[in-house]
């Protein structure tokens, strides 16, 4: 298991991808893309505009507070703990199946916010990964290979339990 210590966690409020201010900003460029989200809203706002996640990670949670405005999820669903600032084997075992047997929701009990740099590592180049920017917007990332060095460098930031 990975765990973020607090001296580490400033590094995670810079958005990691591009910022837009609302999921409408972005919707028209996600066609014919693969597409994953992390978060609650996101998938939801993927979700009602008709775009299916390939993977989709939430914890039922946004902000601390309960999220329960989830439209119903009709395909596969796999469950994973992952406590708050962490990063578990389980989760990464677990965004590495759902990879290969998309479209898929992951349900976290715990907290999913950590789980953008691990799901990066599993997908091909040209996906985009989706997550909010609490009180900002929505980021969106586009796996490369540079993408994939920079999660590599915040994971180097993580210690190993």
């Known amino acids: ?22 999921f409408s900003d972005i ?3 996600l066609s014919g893309r693969m597409v994953c989200t992390v978060g609650d809203v996101v998938t939801h706002s993927a979700l009602a505009r008709g775009i299916i996640p390939a993977v989709g990670v939430i914890d039922g949670f946004t902000m601390r507070s309960p999220y329960l405005a989830m439209p119903e999820i009709s395909h596969h669903i796999l469950r994973v703990r992952n406590p708050a ?11 590495n199946e759902a990879v290969m047997s998309t479209p898929c929701m992951i349900l976290v009990d715990g907290e999913e916010d950590l789980a953008v740099l691990p799901l990066i590592r599993f997908l091909p180049d040209g996906a985009l990964v989706l997550y909010g920017q609490p009180n900002e917007g929505v980021v969106v990332c586009e796996v490369t290979q540079e993408l994939r060095l920079r999660a590599d460098d915040l994971l180097s930031c993580f210690e190993s339990v």
């Open 85 to 95: 600032g962490t990063i578990t084997d389980e989760l990464v075992a677990v965004l």
């Open 1 to 22: 298991m990975l765990v973020l210590p607090s001296e580490h966690r400033g590094l995670f409020k810079q958005p990691f991808g591009t910022l837009f201010p609302e």
């Open 27 to 29: 919707a028209a460029q």
